[in-house]
């Protein structure tokens, strides 16, 4: 175990009647960037502030470098909060808000100005150290804000969407650059976000919360591929959801009857099910091909174009379906048109219907 | 000028002429007329001699520094160290005035803006509101029997035992400063929430988070938000307490007078108006200057009062 574990035992947060995090339990490995991905009001922050010691758990442990953090203060934790909107010191320079946590502990003016700096190259932006805050773009100020919390020399760096005041562009270009720096330092980032493309393309593994439960944790890939819940098959990327009555299993293939016909579906994460049971099948819209041999029969409505890609929207036994295909090429399919379709079963979930 | 019809035709264009022309003149009535006008004749009266109304305008009637000199050197050649000492410890009272306000409002000020929330809030303001209700020259009689011979703090003080002849509160000024300390806290507290308030909470988060203690807090992150709001309420409160009348008669030391009780003796009882106004005029000059150099010292920029 290494100091830069950080492990959720059972932890709940409750305020008042309501419950924010519910019995969240999982081990994060010294060295990972992690990200909870959930839809506002999920209850990520609050789990962030519980880990940062802002909040207490009314349940469970927080363990750091497997040591209990109860009633140990934000300031004693060895975590470094960004917060969303940075919260840099508008008053000071950049030098000064690096080297704040420096100044904190004592250290003299000299040796602070000298680690700072360090830290401004170590984020790319030397020699800035004597601008003023608001004299620095949206990236950079993100960046200023990352050396002011490497600055306590963290074990783990929390990030409360610190990219969401970003342009797409910058937006894009800060993921690449805080992995960046991630893989540099080696700390363990914990990264909070609502947007599926930042915490896929940055973190080694993703919780996915809804209404405060973690509904699956796996990396990236995993969770795109083989969502465990139909919260993380729609929340995380596009997807059709079918909803059907189950015929048959055999070992992983589901047999299913559907208002789009019998279909066979691979189910999520090896449930079994009885036949009879209401289940919902998810197939990505870039899983679902057109093939003039393929079982479901269905209507264009409309072909819609999108730079990259283009999106056909489908009708089919009463239900809407979407297909996405790469953008240029073909002329844009006219509606009415009868097309026939099929998707891999290996590609597609299986899930018990919500409520059943 | 140029810039001030520019000003009225953009004003004109969006609210109409009667709208402009009522808003300007009233503009110029007050500036010029209740401003502007009375302080110069004042600033003119202070440079003539006192004389009877049949030589107004007559030859003797010439401008003269005499009023001023006589502040300073009285009528002989002695220095008047008697109303020179009365002015310095008028500002100095004053100062210290500001000062506990500071030291008081802060704080207030400071939870008003970051912690309290629903009723206590509303309490609080109210709380802050209520001085003003109560007019001048019944809240320095309030503060005369709170701290009288026989008043409230010396009751209780003898009551439980504290000190056994009763202290002389009037005399030594600390109902004077009481009082007037708390008539302008209102004053001093919502320029500063005012200030307070822009602060962004997580600013105190992250300083904390980094292991500030919070006095560096404050020191580093709230107090440089709040020095511009400190600088107009101090402004405001050092203004208002040097210029006091009602407090300093009523309930100040028998053998301590303040500036303004000069001023209106001169006025009033001596019905030497030019000398009054030259007094007046040096109260005003004096507080000016003394304002100026502290927001100097303090490095605030005259631009930050009144944001």
Known sequence: ?356 | MERIKGIFGDFVGRHGLGVAIYISASVLVWVIVLIALPQVAMLDYSFRHNLPPAQIGGPEDVYTISNYSYFLFGNGESFNALDTGVLFKTLFAAAIVTFIDILICYPIAFILAHSATGVAARMMVLGLIVPFWVNEILRAFAFRVIFGATGLVNGIGMGMGLWDTPVDFIRADVALYSSLTYSYILLMVFPIYNAVEALDRNQIEAAQDMGAPWWRVHWRIVLPVAKPGIASGATIVFMLTAGALAAPQIIGGPSNLWFTQLVYQWFNDASNWQRGAAYATILLGSCLTFVLLLMKVFRVPIGAIGR
């Open chain 1, 1 to 356: 175990m290494s100091t830069r574990d950080v492990t959720l035992d059972h932890v709940s947060i409750r305020f008042g009647q309501h419950t924010a995090v519910n019995n969240a339990l999982l081990n994060i490995a010294g060295g990972e960037f992690f990200s909870f991905l959930g839809p506002s009001g999920c209850g990520k922050t609050t789990l962030l502030r519980c880990i940062s010691g802002f909040i207490e758990p009314t349940e469970g442990r927080v363990l750091i470098g497997g040591k209990d953090m109860k009633r140990v203060g934000p300031n004693k934790r060895p975590t470094a909060l960004i917060f969303q909107n940075l919260a840099l010191f508008p008053l000071m320079s950049v030098a000064d808000n690096i080297a704040f946590p420096l100044e904190v502990r004592g250290v003299g003016r000299k040796e602070r100005r000298k680690r700072a700096d360090e830290l401004l190259d170590l984020i790319a932006l030397p020699g800035v150290g004597d601008k003023k805050v608001y004299e620095l773009s949206g990236g950079q100020r993100q960046r200023v804000a990352i050396a002011r919390a490497l600055a306590v020399e963290p074990d783990i760096l929390l990030l409360d969407e610190p990219l969401s005041a970003l342009d797409l562009k910058l937006r894009q270009h800060m993921r690449t650059e805080l992995r960046a720096i991630q893989q540099r330092v080696g700390l363990t980032f914990i990264y909070i976000t609502h947007d599926q493309g930042e915490a896929l393309t940055m973190s080694d593994r993703v919780a996915v919360m809804n209404a405060g439960v973690i509904e699956q944790i796996d990396d990236p890939l995993t969770i795109y591929e083989k969502p465990r819940t139909p919260f993380v098959a729609s929340f995380v990327g596009e997807t059709n959801s079918i909803p059907g009555k189950v015929v048959s299993q055999s070992g992983f293939d589901v047999s299913l009857d559907t208002a789009l016909g019998r279909l066979v579906g691979r189910s999520a994460g090896g449930r079994q099910f009885a036949s009879g049971q209401d289940v919902v099948l998810f197939v990505r819209p870039e899983q679902l091909m057109l093939d003039p041999g393929g079982k479901i029969a269905a209507t264009v409505v409309k072909e819609e174009f999108e730079g990259s890609q283009r999106h056909l929207f489908l009708e089919a036994g009463n239900a809407a379906l979407r297909v996405s295909r790469v953008g240029g090429g073909a002329e844009l399919m006219a509606p009415g048109l009868a097309v026939k379709l099929n998707f891999d079963p290996g590609r597609s979930s299986v899930m018990p219907a919500a409520g059943a």
